[in-house]
């Protein structure tokens, strides 16, 4: 058995800056309320006709994570890749990317786990190394929500929330298996699948040929719905819950942790675990405040920005944690 280690990390955002300004000007909302309940500034939303979608800013953050782990495209041996918004309903993003880098013909795996996406994404590649089945993976979470989202009044409690953007990360084998990757933890409960959902199109309870017909503009599920108050509550639980499962299965405490890389959720949501946990603020990474919740994207963009901040060092304990819809929740516990 081997450990896997990240050696390479890229990320791309769109240019187009939305602040809350921007957003007032759209539906019946302000700065004063999207900062006070979520802290978020400004998120990047794709403009239409720039050519970013999900699959070709996963490549751009792919390009450079390769390029960083110093490794050729033809040494990826298999791809996961983590979105809930794909360009296109099948196939996913995942085969495009291996056609776009052209990359040889290794398999590509996409990953539907909503805002855990990237720890489900990891927690696939890390396995994959372990086993020895493959030597080195990329992993990529993107995503555009903003072609999705109801951007009038009736849609405020989500379309504030969440921006575009692409992370990814390249891992490679480590033969000491007391550094990289240490574990990985998923966990779901899909009694509350329907709190944070997106129900259109789906082939359960809104077929395509049911929208046409009906071509009902108060028709609301084709946008997301959340359950806000309901999902924050057991948002915190859960991030608590699986953090301390990590940090458990490891002997450490909570004393142990350099740097926690919650997935950006909610600033609320990340403060309420810094305090918990007892963490100073230069050990716990945030950046909701310039990009949204970027669901599956969230994790890799602050990771990558951490990183170039010189935040991670080799040998400290990082942490990821996320939680989002399904509801899926994990982990992933690494000595860097
Ligand atoms: C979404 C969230 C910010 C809403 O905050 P909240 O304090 O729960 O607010 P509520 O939904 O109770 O709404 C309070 C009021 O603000 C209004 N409101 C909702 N969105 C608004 C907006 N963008 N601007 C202004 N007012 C808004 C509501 O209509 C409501 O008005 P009312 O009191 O007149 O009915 C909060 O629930 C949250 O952060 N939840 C977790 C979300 C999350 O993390 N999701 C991702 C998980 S991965």
Request: aromatic residues 6%; proline residues 10%; charged residues 40%.
């Given at each position: 058995m081997y450990n896997s280690k990240i050696i390479g990390l890229g990320h791309y955002v769109p240019d187009n800056v939305v602040t809350n300004q921007d957003l007032s000007a759209m539906m019946d909302t302000n700065d004063a309320w999207i900062t006070e309940r979520t802290g978020i500034k400004e998120r990047r939303w794709v403009k239409p006709?720039?050519?970013?979608?999900t699959a070709t800013m996963g490549v751009k953050a792919a390009k450079i994570a390769i390029e960083r782990a110093g490794i050729d495209k033809d040494d990826i041996d298999f791809i996961v890749f983590a979105t809930l918004?794909?360009?296109?309903?099948?196939?996913?993003?995942g085969v495009q990317v291996q056609h776009a880098l052209g990359i040889k013909t290794v398999g590509a795996l996409d990953v539907r786990n909503q805002c855990s996406g990237f720890v489900y994404a990891i927690a696939v590649a890390d396995n994959f190394i372990k086993t020895g089945m493959y030597k080195n993976v990329l992993v990529i979470g993107s995503e555009v929500h903003s072609h999705g989202l109801d951007k009038t009044t009736r849609g405020r409690g989500v379309s504030v929330i969440f921006g575009d953007g692409a992370g990814a990360a390249v891992l490679t084998r480590e033969?000491?298996?007391?550094?990289?990757?240490l574990s990985t933890h998923l966990h779901s409960q899909g009694e509350h699948a329907e709190e944070l959902v997106l129900v259109a199109p789906g082939m359960g309870k809104r077929w395509v040929t049911d929208i046409l017909a009906d071509n009902n503009p108060d028709d609301e599920s084709y946008f997301p719905h959340m359950n806000g108050q309901f999902v924050f509550k057991n948002a915190v639980v859960r991030f608590s819950e699986v953090i301390m499962e990590g940090l458990t299965k490891n002997n450490l405490?909570?004393?142990?942790?350099?740097?926690l890389i919650p997935h950006q959720a909610n600033l609320r949501i990340a403060q309420f675990i810094q305090k918990k946990f007892g963490l100073?603020?230069?050990k716990v990474f945030n950046n909701i405040q310039k990009y949204g919740n970027t669901t599956a994207a969230s994790i890799p963009i602050a990771l990558t920005e951490a990183w170039q901040e010189g935040k991670i060092k080799e040998g400290d304990t990082v942490v990821l944690a996320a939680f989002g819809s399904g509801f899926t929740w994990g982990s992933v516990i690494i000595k860097w």
């Open positions: 006709g720039s050519g970013d979608t918004s794909p360009d296109m309903y099948f196939p996913g993003p033969e000491d298996t007391s550094k990289g990757i405490d909570k004393e142990a942790i350099d740097m100073d603020d230069d």
